[in-house]
């Protein structure tokens, strides 16, 4: 009988320890909410703090270089970590004085959207946009030259990518490119662009640094929070 119960014992308590150890960590794991579009609590729809900024989803549109709406984009809403919408409201405010605005296009980006964009590069047979979005680059280098990825740092959700404009007539500063276009002529520090064009990218980039974010070298309209929440995590809630 003793060894009954040594045996028994011996195959039960190791169980019961792993199911406490289960119980400890999922108590101690800090909860997330979801809000009434889906997303968590932890990020913010900017459209409802930021009302006063213009906005053009392009990927809820054809209007983009896949030329078609993009997967995970159910409406043309712009999502950011709290911490990275906050620090757009600082954006817009150091403009408004001066008569300028921030025009954004892109912030969170779900993995189905990049995976959508994958999906599209490696069918290089379809090149309805290449005139427009990337009439110098290969199609078939996209993932080679870095203009497209397995992963993307907007679906960390303190990604965005945005442009100036002048507040009362909506007008975009001249960047020298269309937001997402392929090329060298996007790369911010590009030395063949007009002085006016390199003044615009240089006060874009000197708002948004001033406020905590930091660039891309390939894009001049791409910034990344510094101190981004979550460095090592990629979501996947659809936009809506």
Not at 212 to 217: E, N, Q, R, S
Request: one cysteine or more; hydrophobic letters at 35%.
């Amino acid at each position: 009988m003793d060894c009954a119960i040594t045996n028994y014992s011996e195959k039960v308590m190791p169980s019961l320890l792993h199911l406490c150890c289960l119980c400890l960590i999922l108590t101690t794991l800090t909860p997330i909410t979801l809000m009434a579009g889906g997303h968590p609590d932890t990020f913010t729809v900017v459209n409802e703090l930021l009302p006063n900024a213009v906005y053009d989803v392009r990927y809820y549109t054809g209007n983009n270089f896949v030329g078609e709406r993009i997967t995970g984009y159910e409406a043309p809403l712009v999502i950011l970590t709290n911490q990275a919408a906050k620090a757009l409201v600082n954006v817009q405010a150091d403009l408004t004085p001066f008569g300028l605005g921030l025009k954004i296009f892109d912030g969170y980006r779900p993995q189905r959207a990049v995976d959508h964009f994958a999906r599209w590069a490696k069918d290089t047979s379809d090149t309805r946009t290449k005139a427009e979005d990337y009439p110098d680059v290969d199609k078939a280098n996209l993932f080679r030259d870095g203009y497209i990825a397995a992963k993307s740092g907007h679906s960390r959700g303190s990604t965005v990518d945005v442009t100036i404009v002048d507040s009362k007539t909506g007008s975009e500063l001249d960047m020298g490119t269309p937001f997402d276009f392929f090329g060298l002529p996007s790369w911010p520090d590009n030395p063949n662009m007009s002085a006016k064009v390199r003044t615009n990218r240089a006060s874009l980039r000197s708002v948004m640094e001033r406020n905590g974010f930091k660039p891309l070298k390939e894009e001049w309209w791409h910034f990344t929070l510094k101190n981004e929440p979550y460095p090592n995590e990629y979501f996947d809630f659809p936009i809506r």
